[in-house]
């Protein structure tokens, strides 16, 4: 792809799915760790059951939040996308400059993620209205969400790569 | 006084009626040979003799049958003959069973294993078996058989003969097949196709989910962009 073209900007449903993928990632992460901790504390006799609620809340809210924003922000601020996105193809990028995001940038995206889905996910909405795909997390922290094209295709055989590549263009959707 | 040319149209006459008559006696004797048995017994004898052992000593050490190769395999008329030939005998021996038959006698007895040690151990036997294939000759008596209908009547009838099953039985128990399928199964080229072909069909999957999320994001926008404007 021309870097002098414009870009193309990820919709509501490519970043939806996205987001799903990194849901699933999560939960298998999550479900790895407490069953983890779990057959730790088996050892000793104990179970996470066993422990005071108030433990649990905290060691659950707090863990959720870190593996969150490691995972989110790291994917970010490291790639530039996470595991969802690179599926689906679509990167983060700082609106008007292109690059990653930096770390600080990143958890005041993801936090205003978390805001924007207090509202009955209101804050996503803008993504169907606004030029450039803007939502509020992207208002927030000065991001764009763009199709990355240039995104090499390393799997299959070299026969494969090459149709898969002939698709990608001939698919590629009218530019916005 | 008139000279009789000695090649003339009698000659010619008596040499086309002289074939005819060979021609005739040749599936005659094919006929009677096949229906009595013969082949079968004579096989049988010459195996259990050791005759075929000794014969086979004789043709591989001698230079006789290099130099018999090579002039029949000059001779012009060698592949029309030798397909014709070979053509009119498969189809008497697939009629009467006998393929199978020696197949079978040849098969469960211990000759076929002598003769064919016997034959590898020679030098010999690499230097004509490289002059047969070589030789222009061969390429086209083999194309003419492979083509010939009775070629494949004859591999139709071995494929669909006992002694195929039983060999492939033979084939499937034996620990070789064991040894070749699972090196086959561990090799590096099988284990990077399979992997190519996996991510292949993950590529698409995700290549088609792409498509249809980018359609679908548009008309999303679309729909939610025409009721705003029908409010206002």
Known sequence: MNSSQPPRYGGLVTRFVAFVMDAAILTVIAFLIVGSVSLALSVFGKSISDLPTWVNLLFGIVGAVL???????????????????????????????????SVWRGIIRLAAGVLAAIPLFAGYLPILFDDRRRGFLDWMAGTVVVFDDRQKIVLGTPVQREIALERQQLQSPTRR | ??????????????????????????????????????????????????????????????????????????????????????????????????????????????????????????????????????????????????????????????????????????????????????????????????????MGLADEVADQLRARTTAADDVLERFARSVIRRRR
């Open chain 2, 1 to 198: 006084m008139a000279r009789i040319p000695l090649v003339g149209p009698p000659t010619r006459f008596l040499a086309t009626r002289a074939i005819g008559v060979g021609t005739a006696t040749w599936g005659v004797v094919l006929d009677a040979v096949v229906s009595e048995g013969v082949i079968e017994q004579t096989v049988d004898r010459l195996l259990s003799n050791g005759v075929i052992d000794r014969v086979s000593d004789r043709v591989l050490a001698g230079p006789e049958l290099g130099r018999a190769i090579d002039r029949l395999l000059d001779d012009p008329r060698f592949d029309a003959i030798a397909a014709r030939v070979l053509e009119r005998t498969i189809d008497r021996l697939l009629a009467e069973g006998v393929v199978e038959r020696v197949a079978d006698r040849l098969l469960s007895g211990p000759e076929l294993d002598r003769i064919i040690d016997r034959a590898l151990d020679r030098d010999r036997i690499e230097v004509i078996v490289t002059r047969v294939l070589e030789h222009p000759a061969t390429e086209r008596l083999v194309a003419r058989v492979v083509d010939s209908p009775s070629f494949e009547r004859l591999v139709l009838d071995i494929a669909r003969s006992r002694t195929v099953d039983r060999l492939l039985d033979y084939v499937l128990a034996s620990e070789e097949l064991d040894r070749v399928v699972k090196q086959i199964a561990e090799s590096d080229e099988v284990r990077s196709a399979l992997t190519a072909q996996s």
């Open chain 1, 67 to 101: 593996l969150d924003t490691a995972y989110f922000v790291g994917s970010w601020c490291l790639t530039g996308k996470t595991a969802g996105q690179h599926v689906m193809r679509i990167r983060v990028e700082r609106d008007g400059l292109r690059g990653r995001i």
